[in-house]
């Protein structure tokens, strides 16, 4: 009797998750392997799959937007279609308005003129820089951050931020929740001694119960009295001191101060992420955000929600049309196939590749796995620099001299398909040429990876290098 029921439920179940893989996975290597799961295990082949094949993120992601979705909804694992977008007389006076056009066709988002931004090199030059402007506030400010420590200059933060909140100034910050617990939310509970708004973005808890790590804010963000905005890589954490020799772990970055329409496109975007998280807007005196200076740049805001893909897509698109260089460095380096196959397609036009990594980073798994792939590189002759200490937390994509494309995502699944992400493209000669000379003194710390010396890999190494890149969607 017990067969049966077993067969039985296997029939019914079986052809509705074969149905199910053969119309919602868009990659048909998948489908057919989980196809063959499904069929081949009698019961736990379709278990398997309801538990582990379907991808629940974006939907997850739509609810917590506030999204209505049926029941039994699971959609498509795509973005929104791309905004049709011509060559306005804006653009068109950019020296390379084939760049502007993909970024604007990718995510609708609209071209910013009028900004000046300022490249602030690792936390000596950000944290100045930002307490100035907290000490100077009058009316509020902003701030989201992944990790947000509670010693050395974090604590000066803190303190900064209590002294604005005491004489009046409104203050808002919004910390993802799995990044606090690195800090054990010491900076939290002070931050609210002191009455300040703190929100958590998806924080894990066992009533209701949430164990989610996946859906997590990576942006970092501060607005003051909507002048000043910064951007970029660095979290309010004191390893970003790099020249403090009591530091155990410095961390090179690269933050960036804007003035102009961005900042207001900056203060939009913390609302969005404020809201979603506590159902309600901040409070917000309205001020005015005139042009200061003549940089064009476009906000990305990229997520897993309606936004998935529209860092991926802009960059895979600017890499297309890139004429002679493309350099990144990032921290993180396990891209998806289509934006290989852009970076290849790139040499083979004459474009020049340049790649620099940390040779060590602070996840070493991810070290690994990406050891693993580099040979896509190397095989089509980009040019792959292992930097040295210490860590370089950088992320900067540079195409020819005059685009740079800057934030938070490194080139990663997690970045890509899994955080919520901030990117801002710059279309100015004069910050790329910065940046191209910030690059230079990173290739001179750095020493050239080879392809012969990826195959002289130990075989325990291949091994073990192999067996996390099995994991890089999820790493």
Known sequence: MFYWIVALFHLVVMPVAAVHALIYKRDHRAALGWIGVILVFPVAGPLLYFLFGINRLRTKAQLFAGH????????YDRSSPPLPQTLDGMTKQLPHPELARVGGRATGSPLLPGNRVRPLINGEAFFPALLEAIKGARHWILLSSYLFGYKGVAEEVIRALSEAKARGVAVYVLL???????????AVRQLRRAEIEVALFTPPSLIPPSLDINLRNHRKIAVVDQQFGFFGGINIDARHMVSDKHNPDPTEDVHFLAEGPLV??????????????????PALDELPCPPAGESFCRLIDDGPHDNLNHLSMTLIGVFTAARERIRIMVPYFLPNHEMIAALQAAVLRGVKVEVILPERSNLRFVDWATRNMLWELLLWEMDVRLKSAPFAHTKLILVDDDYAMTGSANLDARSLRLNFE??????DKTLASELHRYLDEAQRKSRALTLEELDRRPFWQRLRDAFFWLFSSYL
């Open 68 to 75: 209505h979705l049926p029941v039994m909804f699971f959609g």
């Open 176 to 186: 993802d929740g799995i990044g606090t617990c690195y800090s054990w939310r010491v």
């Open 264 to 281: 207001a496109e900056l203060s939009r975007l913390f609302c969005h992420d404020w809201e979603l998280v506590t159902g309600h807007s």
């Open 422 to 427: 901030l990117g801002v493209e710059w279309f």
